[in-house]
T-cell receptor
Framework: QKEVEQNSGPLSVPEGAIASLNCTYS??????FFWYRQYSGKSPELIMS????GDKEDGRFTAQLNKASQYVSLLIRDSQPSDSATYLC?????????FGTGTSLTVIP | SAVISQKPSRDICQRGTSLTIQCQVD?????MFWYRQQPGQSLTLIAT?????????ESGFVIDKFPISRPNLTFSTLTVSNMSPEDSSIYLC????????????FGQGTRLTVV
């Protein structure tokens, strides 16, 4: 069973703060890691992909990967109310995607 | 990234009937994926559709209930057959893409309610 675990939240942060989202995965053979944002009633939208250990920054978003600990995180700096959504962690292992249950984030104005 | 058009976007159906969901991609892709997302839950893969061969179904999903067609490299359909209220869910079509062809992209989804 290839599992992806996330804290379901809800996570609430004030506007302008840093939101930290965490994810662990069980399959050590996983090679590709992703964060998706899903607004209520909408389909998931890819916001970050990361393939090697360390940090990857894209605008206000930073993804962090630690393969030894089987851990992926997403930091959102200067959080905005428009960032309020569910964030799904996903892992590509064996050419198949496995999704976490998502973390609900609310940014309070 | 690929542009994926999925329809219908939503439907309300009577139990016992069937609904066919269409997925059109703006580029040729080898594999197309169908997911289900039940309320408050994550995505569950139903099946993988390859052009020219039968779809590969995940555990818990069968062809009689979820027949899939893949007539060409840009189009696929998923039928939800003999529906019951438990089939109420969001159904999503997905393809791989990105620079390394390892990223998943999704259609707009079909919100199905069975009454």
């Amino acid at each position: 069973q290839k599992e992806v675990e996330q804290n379901s939240g809800p996570l609430s942060v004030p506007e302008g703060a840093i939101a930290s989202l965490n994810c662990t995965y069980s399959d050590r053979g996983s090679q590709s890691f992703f964060w998706y944002r899903q607004y209520s009633g909408k389909s998931p939208e890819l916001i970050m992909s990361i393939y090697s250990n360390g940090d990857k920054e894209d605008g206000r978003f930073t993804a962090q990967l630690n393969k030894a600990s089987q851990y992926v995180s997403l930091l959102i700096r200067d959080s905005q109310p428009s960032d309020s959504a569910t964030y799904l962690c996903a892992v590509n292992a064996g050419n198949q995607f496995y999704f976490g249950t998502g973390t609900s984030l609310t940014v309070i104005p | 990234s690929a542009v994926i058009s999925q329809k219908p976007s939503r439907d309300i159906c009577q139990r016992g009937t069937s609904l066919t969901i269409q997925c059109q991609v703006d580029s040729q892709v080898t594999m197309m994926f169908w997911y289900r997302q039940q309320p408050g839950q994550s995505l569950t893969l139903i099946a993988t559709a390859n052009q020219g061969s039968e779809a590969t179904y995940e555990s818990g999903f069968v062809i009689d209930k979820f027949p899939i067609s893949r007539p060409n490299l840009t189009f696929s359909t998923l039928t939800v057959s003999n529906m019951s209220p438990e089939d109420s869910s969001i159904y999503l079509c997905s393809v791989e893409g990105g620079s390394l062809n390892t990223e998943a992209f999704f259609g707009q989804g079909t919100r199905l309610t069975v009454v």
